[in-house]
């Protein structure tokens, strides 16, 4: 099993966990990412081992089309 646990701002604020999917591509989860400037998160297992920590601005987690 593994996790995300995510929040926004600088205090990860609105902070969320929840289990995430394993398809033929890896995990994967669908969050709806708020108005703020940064969206945080670390992936855990079911160990609770944290193993992937990011703190970036939501922008960049868009694609311009």
Not at 21 to 31: A, M, N, R, S, Y
């Amino acid at each position: 099993d593994v996790s995300i646990r995510y929040g926004f701002g600088n205090s990860w604020e609105n902070q969320t966990e929840a289990e995430m999917v394993k398809t033929d591509l890896g995990f994967q989860i669908e969050i709806n990412l708020i108005d703020s400037k940064t969206f945080n998160f670390c992936i855990k297992n079911e160990k609770h081992e944290v193993f992937v920590v990011i703190n970036k601005p939501v922008n960049e987690f868009f694609n311009p089309v």
